[in-house]
């Protein structure tokens, strides 16, 4: 039989859909590890985006900062996390929350630079605070490419969360992990399919939000609370 229809009876082999090692729960650890990851690297990045975008303060600092860390390999990031911290969640958590920092805060702060100047400065005359100015302004306007920010760091995370097997984690790099050891082709092909389906649901997703963030932005004149 070719790899293809292997995979296939892999795939739909009803002894692979139920478990700890089952498909749905490998999916929704892995979901886990990507929601977990982006939920971090947010609270971390968009605050700081915003205000980078609303300032004008460090963007030099802030656009070296991100190239710099998307020139970080995550697998060898992981193993020197793993020998300081031991095995377990903590060190691929970090490894992908660095992963997932740059897009964030590179879509938080590109988001709110690209706001038209002059709709701020009409913001102010009205005499709107510099807080009002971001939340009712700014950050409207500024929501599809936050969004896309997002959208990109999810897809990257989802791709990449694979390395969590490395460490004796779960996910979908179990697969990858476990069908290397034994040769088991077809159980890497499809775990493989399974990362490439999960990401492509994800951007669907993550492209409809967008849009409608698009669709959504306001169009009038912005008034003080």
Do not use: C
Not at 87 to 109: F, K, R, S
Not at 154 to 165: P, R, S
């Amino acid at each position: 039989m070719s790899v293809v229809s292997e995979t296939i009876d892999w795939l739909t082999d009803s002894v692979n859909h139920s478990g700890t090692d089952g498909i749905p729960h490998r999916l929704v650890e892995h979901l886990g590890y990507t929601a977990e990851t982006i939920a971090i690297a947010g609270v971390i990045a968009i605050p700081v985006g915003l205000w980078i975008g609303h300032t004008g303060r460090f963007r030099g600092s802030a656009v070296a900062l991100t190239g710099a860390l998307r020139a970080l390999p995550t697998l060898g990031l992981l193993t020197a996390l793993a020998l300081f911290v031991g095995i377990g969640l903590t060190a691929p958590l970090i490894a992908l929350v660095v992963l997932a920092v740059p897009p964030l805060l590179a879509g938080a702060y590109a988001g709110v630079e690209s706001v038209d100047r002059q709709t701020i400065d009409a913001a102010r005359a009205m005499g709107m605070t510099e807080l009002q100015i971001l939340r009712k302004v700014e950050i409207p306007l500024a929501l599809p490419i936050i969004v896309g920010g997002i959208r990109s760091a999810v897809l990257q995370v989802v791709a990449t969360a694979t390395v969590a097997a490395f460490v004796g984690l779960g996910g979908l790099g179990r697969y990858l992990i476990d069908g290397q050891a034994v040769s088991d082709y077809a159980q890497m092909a499809g775990g493989s399919v399974l990362v490439i389906a999960m990401a492509l649901v994800l951007d669907g997703v993550f492209a409809t939000l967008q849009a409608l963030a698009t669709g959504r932005q306001p169009r009038k004149q912005p008034s003080p609370a």
